[in-house]
């Protein structure tokens, strides 16, 4: 019957996820967590959120700040000793399985941490990183406590986690312990940076001597056969084909929580969910994820030496053309969501006035760039503007080649061959006929005058003829 029932669950939950990835489309999903967040892992870009400043418990998620704050006192091929802290985990907490003594390489002690979720593992790592930090082996459990605690503390402060107290290394209840979801994210963006945490993060399981493969004759080691209980990336019913980690949790106070990568196509997601009701902590992790990989994505806007614009020319040579292009030299890539993307414009502003003829017969906006000007010359910068303006991104823009100065004879033959080419335009035929009939109009009108006077002179001129005739 239960298997029946499991069986029925998965079944469900396939089913789920195979329709998120159409009814999703652009439309935020719906979480039943009490609080959640989904943000891209490079960017810190948060793509989904709810009451994401929220307190909540983080439990054993705490355990990948344990790590994150571990890996900068020791390498994984370090071997640490085992020591009496183990004795102070609570009897109903998780654990590794340590004993006393043992010597363990601290890429072990890692997975002990994520993988079995060990507190035990936790207070070795803790113990051994507060003695080295402080240079003192004689440092008690309690003094490692505190000293380990304030390590965290300054670390999540380094992350840009403001919500955050830590007070343990493993994430044991207690009331001055506490998070957020967003801060949480943070934390896993960070691990995520780290190989040996991303690494272990993934495994499924380990099984191995404490020592691993290093000579550990007279060393008292333990072997371990370890399983993940993180469900996304195991094989079994609610395993996410894209998840690669990365810490589970769960204490009455904090609920089924799960802080959660996937990874596709370039992506790197990150969701931290909270206080959820076991599946939903699967459930709610995968539909963020389906949702994120298909509404965004990493678009590069302009290649290096891509050119983004034209600038007109002056007081440059007819031949090298009446355009120079402007590029720019690095890659200009965004993360967004897809309509988003399929908005953006690029606006060019010029800057380098040495360089700028502003035209007065024109409009104010008509800008050329005057030669000379050498290739790679920065002559402003480029926006990218999404549908509503806002400037998402901006970038120097370069000419794209020299252009040289032409000399006097070249200007003036330039000018001639400009004047003659606007001759053959329609606005310049138009003008050259006006101009003809304007002509055409003031002859007719002088000649008109100058015959006029012409003929009155002659008419008194036969007058005068006639009458001096008739005296005669």
């Known amino acids: 019957m239960r298997k029946g029932k499991k069986r029925l669950l998965g079944l469900v939950f396939c089913f789920l996820l195979a329709m998120?990835?159409?009814?999703?489309?652009?439309?935020?999903?719906?979480?039943?967590?009490?609080?959640?967040?989904?943000?891209?892992?490079?960017?810190?870009?948060?793509?989904?959120?709810?009451?994401?400043?929220?307190?909540?418990?983080?439990?054993?998620?705490?355990?990948?700040?344990?790590?994150?704050?571990?890996?900068?006192?020791?390498?994984?091929?370090?071997?640490?000793?085992?020591?009496?802290?183990?004795?102070?985990?609570?009897?109903?907490?998780?654990?590794?399985g340590h004993v006393v003594g043992e010597s363990i390489t601290f890429r072990n002690l890692v997975r002990g941490l994520m993988i079995p979720s060990g507190n035990d593992s936790a207070e070795v790592v803790a113990c051994a990183v507060a003695r080295k930090a402080q240079n003192d082996d004689s440092l008690s459990v309690a003094e490692c406590q505190t000293v380990f605690a304030d390590l965290m503390n300054q670390k999540a402060e380094e992350l840009g986690c403001t919500?955050?107290?830590?007070?343990?290394?493993?994430?044991?209840?207690?009331?001055?312990?506490?998070?957020?979801?967003?801060?949480?994210?943070?934390?896993?963006?960070?691990?995520?940076?780290?190989?040996?945490?991303?690494?272990?993060?993934?495994?499924?399981?380990?099984?191995?001597?404490?020592?691993e493969s290093q000579n550990h004759d007279g060393?008292?080691?333990?072997?371990?056969?370890?399983?993940s209980h993180n469900l996304l990336i195991t094989s079994g019913e609610y395993a996410y084909p894209y998840a690669t980690g990365l810490k589970t949790g769960f204490t009455d106070e904090a609920g089924d929580c799960v802080l959660a990568t996937a990874q596709k196509d370039g992506v790197q997601l990150i969701a931290v969910i909270c206080k959820a009701e076991d599946p939903a902590r699967w459930t709610d992790a995968a539909a963020l994820f389906e949702y994120g990989f298909e509404n965004f994505s990493f678009v590069t806007l302009a290649a290096a030496e891509d050119v983004v614009?034209?600038?007109?020319?002056?007081?440059?040579?007819?031949?090298?053309?009446?355009?120079?292009?402007?590029?720019?030299?690095?890659?200009?890539?965004?993360?967004?969501?897809?309509?988003?993307?399929?908005?953006?414009?690029?606006?060019?502003?010029?800057?380098?006035?040495?360089?700028?003829?502003?035209?007065?017969?024109?409009?104010?906006?008509?800008?050329?760039?005057?030669?000379?000007?050498?290739?790679?010359?920065?002559?402003?910068?480029v926006a990218f503007v999404d549908g509503d303006g806002n400037v998402l991104a901006q970038a120097p823009v370069y000419a794209a080649r020299s252009v040289a100065k032409a000399g006097i004879g070249e200007r003036i033959a330039d000018g001639f061959m400009t004047l003659i080419g606007k001759l053959f335009t329609l606005q310049g035929l138009i003008g050259l006929v006006i101009v003809v009939v304007v002509i055409v109009l003031l002859v007719l009108i002088l000649r008109l005058r100058s015959g006029r006077r012409y003929g009155r002179n002659r008419y008194h001129f036969r007058s005068s003829r006639g009458r001096r005739g008739r005296r005669f």
Request: hydrophobic content about 40%; proline content about 2%.
């Open 20 to 96: 998120s990835t159409l009814a999703y489309g652009a439309q935020t999903p719906s979480v039943s967590a009490q609080t959640a967040i989904l943000t891209e892992a490079s960017t810190g870009k948060i793509l989904f959120e709810k009451d994401a400043e929220a307190k909540i418990y983080p439990a054993s998620m705490t355990k990948v700040l344990t790590a994150l704050v571990a890996v900068e006192y020791f390498e994984p091929d370090d071997v640490i000793v085992v020591g009496r802290e183990i004795n102070e985990v609570s009897l109903d907490s998780s654990k590794a």
């Open 163 to 211: 919500g955050s107290h830590f007070v343990n290394a493993h994430g044991y209840h207690d009331d001055d312990h506490y998070t957020t979801a967003a801060d949480l994210a943070k934390i896993g963006a960070a691990a995520m940076q780290v190989d040996l945490i991303r690494e272990i993060g993934a495994e499924k399981s380990y099984s191995g001597n404490s020592m």
């Open 219 to 227: 060393l008292i080691t333990n072997e371990y056969h370890w399983v």
């Open 309 to 381: 614009s034209s600038v007109g020319l002056k007081g440059h040579k007819s031949a090298d053309g009446d355009l120079l292009d402007l590029k720019v030299k690095e890659d200009v890539t965004l993360f967004l969501d897809n309509e988003t993307a399929e908005a953006v414009q690029a606006k060019v502003t010029l800057t380098a006035e040495d360089y700028l003829y502003h035209s007065k017969d024109e409009a104010e906006t008509d800008v050329r760039v005057k030669a000379p000007v050498e290739a790679e010359t920065e002559l402003g910068e």
